[in-house]
């Protein structure tokens, strides 16, 4: 069974204060890892990695994969109070669509 | 519609109620998807729909839970005779399984908040 473990569950920071979130997945036919941002509503899309090393970047946020060691992290950098939210990673399978979730990240970030 | 949408946004059921969860996706996204979400954790895959065909069941957590889609547009997820450990929040999503299972852009729904009682 897909397994996605996310770390720390819970983060406050201050505003301007760079963060890392990790997530951690063992998968048996892996195809891509999606992270996503959840406020008190629907969870946005932010990135999808598939290759190793190639880092994806959006603004104040990017997110990197490596594949041998079944790992993606999230940085977020000057961060904002707008930024607060639940971070989640998922991965996907190579034999379907659906998506397999970690508990997530809940990220605060104090003015 | 410009995005997925779900009615109710809360619904109370007292234990041993029926409810009826509704998602509209977004207009010509063929796939769907039910996703359950507990207080304090990631969404958990209930069901998946290509069109009307139900393709993945295997996360319904047991058989008082029935999904359909009868053409391939708005999906109903059904619990029956509701019980406390169903409270959560149940999220759909969709994407068109063309260029979107590309960028791996699934579209959520704001969920409906089910509290049984």
């Known amino acids: 069974e897909d397994k996605v473990v996310q770390s720390p569950l819970s983060l406050v920071v201050h505003e301007g204060d760079t963060v890392t979130l990790n997530c951690s997945y063992e998968?048996?036919?892996?195809?891509?890892l999606l992270w996503y941002k959840q406020e008190k509503k629907a969870p946005t899309f932010l990135f999808m990695l598939?290759?190793?090393?190639i880092e994806k970047k959006s603004g104040r946020l990017s997110s990197i994969l490596d594949k041998k060691e079944l790992f993606s992290i999230l940085n977020i950098t000057a961060t904002q109070t707008g930024d607060s939210a639940i971070y989640l990673c998922?991965?996907?399978?190579?034999?379907?669509?659906?998506?397999?979730f970690g508990e997530g990240t809940q990220l605060t970030v104090n003015p | 519609g410009a995005g997925v949408s779900q009615s109710p946004r809360y619904k109370v059921a007292k234990r041993g109620q029926d409810v009826a969860l509704r998602c509209d996706p977004i207009s010509g996204h063929v796939s769907l998807f039910w996703y359950q979400q507990a207080l304090g954790q990631g969404p958990e895959f209930l069901t998946y729909?290509?069109?009307?065909?139900?393709?993945?069941k295997s996360g319904l957590p047991s058989d008082r839970f029935f999904a359909e889609r009868p053409e391939g547009s708005v999906s109903t997820l059904k619990i029956q005779r509701t019980q406390q450990e169903d409270s959560a929040v149940y999220l759909c999503a969709t994407l068109d399984s063309r260029g979107r299972i590309l960028t791996g852009e699934l579209f959520f729904g704001e969920g409906s908040r089910l509290t049984v009682l």
């Open positions: 998968v048996t036919n892996f195809r891509s």
């Open positions: 729909f290509q069109n009307e065909a139900q393709l993945d």
């Open positions: 598939t290759s190793s090393g």
């Open positions: 998922a991965v996907r399978e190579t034999s379907g669509s659906r998506l397999t």
